[in-house]
């Protein structure tokens, strides 16, 4: 099964920029989507971006389009989520997920593995 590992949070300044990694093992994504949410405290899980590992094809929420680029890199089995601009509201625990087709979905339900987190803060 796929196992996913995130890191790269941390505490960043209003404009400032993170870079966040998430890590495949078990099977490659040759097959998959890979998308990126966040949880703030007391609210849903949101879509923030996501890719299909192959094509590249790309897909942003409003609230980070122009702000945040999503990546991969297969031959290192490991995805990115680059944040610019970064606002207070971004402030949020963000999650790495996989889904088994290559068709991007933004409901979190209708992905199948998960790592455990990594949290961001941006102050002013």
């Known amino acids: 099964q796929v196992q996913l590992v995130e890191s790269g949070g941390g505490l960043e300044q209003t404009g400032g920029s993170l870079r966040l990694s998430c890590v495949v093992s078990g099977h490659t994504l040759y097959d998959h989507a890979m998308g990126w949410f966040r949880q703030a405290p007391g609210k849903e899980r949101e879509f923030v971006a996501a890719?299909?590992?192959?094509?590249?094809?790309?897909y942003y929420s409003n609230s980070v389009k122009g702000r945040f680029t999503i990546s991969r890199d297969s031959a290192k089995n490991t995805g990115y989520l680059e944040m610019n601009s970064l606002k207070p509201e971004d402030t949020a625990v963000y999650f790495c997920?996989?889904?088994?087709?290559?068709?991007?979905?933004?409901?979190?339900?209708?992905?199948?593995?998960w790592g455990q987190g990594t949290q961001v803060t941006v102050s002013s």
């Open positions: 997920a996989a889904r088994r087709l290559s068709i991007i979905e933004v409901t979190p339900g209708k992905y199948d593995y």
């Open positions: 890719i299909t590992w192959i094509a590249g094809y790309t």
